[in-house]
């Protein structure tokens, strides 16, 4: 069942079964672990994103020192049920979105904003994802003027870290980032 009048915000990945009893382990794409923690409504998207089916959540907690939680999901109660739910996306709607303070933002915000150079004003290409390592990673697939046939098969990503410094300016309104990258940066694309 797939609703589009919802926006859907990702809270996590399922990456495996944990234990016999359906248990699952959760990579956790926000820094709000009530997500997780508190019995509710959730839903599951499958890995192709072609649809999105509400569920219950049990339980869920922490693992100390890590980003994943681990679940019990209504109607879950075996293994094999789990590993059936590997790469799923589970979402939450848009609605129950906690409030942000100035300078925060929420991944789905900052996927799909265009990056371009502050300095120069060159468009460098787009976000793609966001990791958490320390600080927050974002993935920026670049857009390459100079590609040919055989270099555009291989997609050119860089990692930046979202730190003032480098992406001091985020502008929503107009979907777009600005940022400093440190010298020799844009070279490393792989």
């Known amino acids: 069942m797939k609703n589009n009048n919802n926006k859907w915000l990702e809270i996590g990945t399922i990456v495996a079964p944990r234990g016999l009893k359906g248990e699952l382990k959760v990579l956790s794409s926000t820094d709000f672990p009530e997500r997780f923690e508190i019995p509710g409504q959730r839903w599951l998207q499958s ?13 869920g907690k922490g693992v100390a020192g ?3 939680y681990i679940i ?10 789990a590993e059936s ?19 925060e933002y929420h991944v ?17 290409g787009t976000v793609v994802d966001i990791f958490s390592a320390g600080n927050d990673l974002l993935e920026i697939k670049l857009i390459d003027n100079t590609e040919t046939e055989a270099t555009k098969k291989k997609d050119k990503k860089i990692f930046i870290p979202f730190v003032y410094e480098i992406v001091p300016v985020v502008d929503l309104e107009h979907k777009k980032i600005e940022i400093n990258p440190p010298k020799g940066l844009l070279e490393l694309a792989h």
């Open 47 to 59: 890995p192709d994103g072609l649809s999105t089916e509400p569920i219950e959540l049990i339980s």
């Open 66 to 68: 890590k980003n994943i």
């Open 72 to 81: 019990r999901l209504e109607g879950i109660n075996d293994r094999n049920k």
């Open 85 to 103: 739910l590997r790469d799923y996306k589970l979402l939450i709607i848009d609605e129950t979105i906690p409030e942000l303070d100035k300078d």
């Open 108 to 124: 789905s915000q900052l996927i799909d904003l265009e990056v371009y150079d502050q300095k120069t004003g060159r468009l460098l």
